[in-house]
T-cell receptor
Framework: AQSVAQPEDQVNVAEGNPLTVKCTYS??????LFWYVQYPNRGLQFLLK??????LVKGSYGFEAEFNKSQTSFHLKKPSALVSDSALYFC??????????????FGDGTTLTVKP | ETGVTQTPRHLVMGMTNKKSLKCEQH?????MYWYKQSAKKPLELMFV???????ENNSVPSRFSPECPNSSHLFLHLHTLQPEDSALYLC??????????????FGEGSRLTVL
């Protein structure tokens, strides 16, 4: 069985400060890891993914995430937050052996609020 | 134009009504999905189609009936729904089930309210 934990329901940061949204995972084999963002009344948008290779993954809108195998974590980061980054963020994991993208397990989501 | 288009964006229906949700993807993908997103609950996978064949039904009640006439279109037919079925229904697509490194591309969702 696979699982994802996003330990913080809410993250608040001031504009211009660095932000981190935490994600830990559990999967029996090698993980494929994803971050998605959801703005109010919109669908989920893909931000970035880790499949293999470099542990630091860069994605859309200046976001990046670091895969840490020993800590089974995949935290989302951005050096300087913008008010427009305020949204709901989802981490997702899938076993690399599973060919079905729909088999990704999503976390419960973290609401990021960036204040001016 | 977004890659995955869902209509209608909002739907209000009574428990005895029959309605349908439509999803169309313009990305050339071969796999399509229906998800249910309810407040305070994790995202729930409902159905998976690959090359218009259903590959997964995640124990969804029969009052939800999917249809996939081709790889670009996906429908969710709704009948005799319950108020607890009120949720945001998200359609998604991906390259195909053989391309397992792919991410999901989501539509904007259809907000369903059952009275």
């Amino acid at each position: 069985a696979q699982s994802v934990a996003q330990p913080e329901d809410q993250v608040n940061v001031a504009e211009g400060n660095p932000l981190t949204v935490k994600c830990t995972y559990s999967v029996s084999g090698n993980p494929y890891l994803f971050w998605y963002v959801q703005y109010p009344n919109r669908g989920l948008q893909f931000l970035l993914k880790y499949i293999t290779g470099d542990n630091l993954v860069k994605g859309s809108y200046g976001f990046e995430a670091e895969f840490n195998k020993s800590q089974t974590s995949f935290h989302l980061k951005k050096p300087s937050a913008l008010v427009s980054d305020s949204a709901l963020y989802f981490c997702a994991v899938r076993d690399a052996l599973d060919t079905n993208a729909g088999k990704s397990t999503f976390g419960d989501g973290t609401t990021l609020t960036v204040k001016p | 134009e977004t890659g995955v288009t869902q209509t209608p964006r909002h739907l209000v229906m009574g428990m005895t009504n029959k309605k349908s949700l439509k999803c169309e993807q313009h990305l050339g993908h071969n796999a399509m999905y229906w998800y249910k997103q309810s407040a305070k609950k994790p995202l729930e996978l409902m159905f998976v189609y690959n090359f218009k064949e259903q590959t997964e039904n995640n124990s969804v009640p029969s009052r939800f009936s999917p249809e996939c006439p081709n790889s670009s279109h996906l429908f969710l037919h709704l009948h005799t729904l319950q108020p607890e079925d009120s949720a945001l229904y998200l359609c998604a697509s991906s390259l195909g089930l053989a391309e397992n490194t792919g991410e999901l591309f989501f539509g904007e969702g259809s907000r369903l309210t059952v009275l």
